[in-house]
């Protein structure tokens, strides 16, 4: 299309396509949700095989109020809410303490079974007193057998401290569910007297012990809870209902997988979560407007006659060699690859660290929206130059000309898409099939240490399989779903790489997602309505681009259709997202009803709750973590 004459008839002939491929696009994304609909449907009232049954039947329930913070007082609001049909209820508490004396208790296990396997299964004896230790993490000076027992030593004070600390939490659980919570409140002090230690002790004198209490329990009781009940009608009524009527108290949502929850962040307070997702929004923004950065900065490291002067000392191929030719044009290809390798990483930090999301799904969503902004922010650098940012006064004065640049400079891109695409076909998609990085890994640790002498659990953690990172893995395929949309008229001649490249994709992810591959929690399909927007948002941008085009070639009527063209597509979306995105998200209540019955007449599984003591029936739920399921330590 680029070497067609301006105002020429033949612009008809990509017109006609264009339409007709458009056309295509949308009929089939149709028949996409015709058939991921019921499977939707499916996933939300049956779940997942291996998931337990209280998995389908649990709310997570966030911004609890002070005076219903224990156990007693959540269950007896959702009895009186849902009565006869509340199973189970726990409030997460803050479990620093006990975690860092487990996470000591397991690593000192962890040195006792390296320690024994390095001797090849043998308990050390005294007469192994010459050997020098090896395993790491140990004194270089112990003797084998010295350092097995002073490891078996620390091992049972651990046990002994734990086992201390958790009959402590159960305790003041015990004596928190006999007190009234509101009267707590009252006599707790504020942080500002906590940190100047103004006091008014007086209000406390002969009741030091219901003063402890409060002070403990303001101090490790969140805002988070779990509850499960015996009916799928009762849990989306309480989730699709406002329970309190006041805002930011009680907000209910569909409980993640047991596996799928980060326990060390549940009970973070969804307001301060709100507040730091927030700032890191804000960075991830002025990221993507100054992308050009730290991308200018990749570009200067691969440029050879740069490198040649700055470290005379480096090896650099004559100008003239056809390897120096290869380096040249693939060298900035691959940093730029590794570059955006490390971006998710640190996405995913801030997510798990600084924002301290709840599940492994929120925190692989949150990197999905991020990560597909910068693929953008990369377009925009390749195709006009410079940041986003040094972009926006002349995009708020004339954004018809910001366009129209874009449109212009999009045909002299084409060579680094190419090259972007033949490095991905050839390189990244055998690199997946193959396996190799985790291949060499492997290699390297038995070279190292041969698997005679690792323990046992050392050897089945290595062996684990890895989860498909969705907010990893989708962002660089839309990205190239739209360099591929977008030259799809311009520069065919990128399309048979792009259709390689997706074929090839579609045969070796498929692959190994089911040979390879091991989730830890099933979504059950949730991202497909982001992918589905995102795939939209790709398509409108390309028929901009092509709209711009055609009036660049002085193509009135053909540039008039395309921006009709951008309307249907709009239109559309909006007819999905009314019939089936808002419906995706949860199961109706009709449906919910219907499986009930079902369940009841057929005598199917659901939750029970479970007698016994405090400690029985911490170990039999499902919604708590490890730290007070002492049957799994």
Partial sequence: MDNLPDNN??????????????????????????????????????????????????????????????????????????????????????????????????????KIENLVASQEGRIPEQKIGENEIKSAGLFKRDTVCEAYCRLQDELKNLNESAALKYNETLQFLTNLNGENLSELKAIVPSKAKKMTGIVKKEKFEGNEQKFKIANEWSEIASGTGFVTFNSLTVKQSAIQCELSGVLDNMVTQSAPEPSNILW???????????????????????????????????????????????????????QDSALYGLLSGYLPVILYLLLMILLPIVITLSATKFIRMKSLTEIDYYLFKWHFGFQIANLWLILIGGSIFNQLDDLLSDASGVIETIASAIPGASQFFFNILLVDTFFGLVMELSQIVPVVILFILRTIKKDEKR?????????????????????????????????????????????????????????????????????????FPLLFFYVICCLVTAETV???????????????????????????????????????????????????????????????????DLPTKLNNYDYVPLALQVGKW
Wanted: proline content about 5%; overall charge neutral.
């Fill in 9 to 110: 008839w033949k612009l008809w002939i990509p017109l006609i396509f264009w339409v007709s491929f458009v056309s295509m696009v949308l009929y089939f994304m149709n028949l996409e949700w015709e058939e991921y609909m019921p499977l939707r449907q499916h996933f939300l009232a049956y779940g997942d095989v291996d998931a337990p049954v209280n998995y389908r039947y649990t709310l997570l329930v966030e911004e609890i109020p002070w005076e219903k913070r224990s156990k007693n007082e959540l269950s007896k609001y959702f009895s009186k809410l849902f009565p006869g049909a509340l199973v189970d209820a726990y409030l997460c508490i803050d479990l620093k303490e006990l975690d860092k004396v487990l996470q000591k208790r397991d690593d000192i296990r962890n």
């Fill in 264 to 318: 060390e962040n549940v009970t973070m307070s969804q307001t301060i979560q709100k507040t730091l997702r927030n700032q890191a929004n804000i960075l991830w923004t002025l990221g993507i407007l100054f992308w050009s950065i730290p991308v200018a900065f990749t570009q200067a490291i691969a440029n050879l006659e740069g490198l040649r002067e700055d470290f005379p000392w480096l090896w650099i191929p004559d």
């Fill in 455 to 527: 323990s046992q659990r050392d050897l089945n953690s290595r062996y684990d399989a890895e989860s498909l990172v969705w907010g990893k893995l989708f962002p660089p395929i839309i990205f190239k779903l739209l360099v591929g949309l977008v030259y799809v008229c311009i520069v065919p001649v990128i399309q048979p790489v792009c259709a390689v490249y997706f074929g090839l994709a579609f045969l070796i992810y498929k692959n190994n997602a089911l040979h390879v591959y091991g989730q830890k929690a099933e979504g059950g399909g949730a991202y």
């Fill in 546 to 612: 092509m709209a711009v085009y055609f009036g660049i070639k002085q193509g009135g009527p053909q540039s008039t259709i395309s921006i009709i063209l951008i309307i249907l597509t709009v239109l559309f979306y909006r007819r999905i997202h009314q019939k089936f995105v808002s419906f995706s998200r949860i199961l109706c209540i009709e449906k919910a009803r219907d499986l009930d019955e079902n369940l009841l007449s057929e005598g199917g599984e659901v939750p029970r709750s479970v007698e016994g």
